[in-house]
């Protein structure tokens, strides 16, 4: 069955950073193209960044230039490197593998990792 385990949250003070990991399962992970998404507080869930199957990526104006998507097909792993985090960006940050033929429309998501941005 499809899994999908992120990893890599934590606290980290405001311009820190800090790197994400979602290691995927069940599923040929090179031909699907994956998303970050996140819910802050009080917030609804919100869409991150997307990488297609052929490594196009895509970015929230919010993050566009602080955060970066990449994937290693070779290992079955998604990243976000986030760069000069910002409080705002305090949220849980869930990756989720996209339904062909959709550019953001999910099926299986993970749990997510939380991320604490505050001195």
């Known amino acids: 069955q499809v899994q999908l385990v992120e990893s890599g949250g934590g606290l980290v003070q405001p311009g820190g950073s800090l790197r994400l990991s979602c290691a995927a399962s069940g599923f040929t992970f090179s031909s699907y193209a994956m998303i970050w998404l996140r819910q802050g507080p009080g917030k609804g869930l919100e869409w991150v960044s997307t990488?297609?199957?052929?490594?196009?990526?895509n970015y929230a104006d919010s993050v566009k230039g602080r955060f970066t998507i990449s994937r290693d097909n070779a290992k079955n792993t998604l990243s976000l490197q986030m760069n000069n985090l910002e409080p705002e960006d305090t949220a849980v940050y869930v990756c989720?593998?996209?339904?062909?033929?959709?550019?953001?429309?999910?099926?299986?998501r993970g749990q997510g990792t939380q991320v604490t941005v505050s001195s």
């Open positions: 989720a593998k996209v339904m062909r033929g959709t550019t953001r429309t999910y099926d299986y």
């Open positions: 990488i297609d199957s052929g490594g196009s990526t």
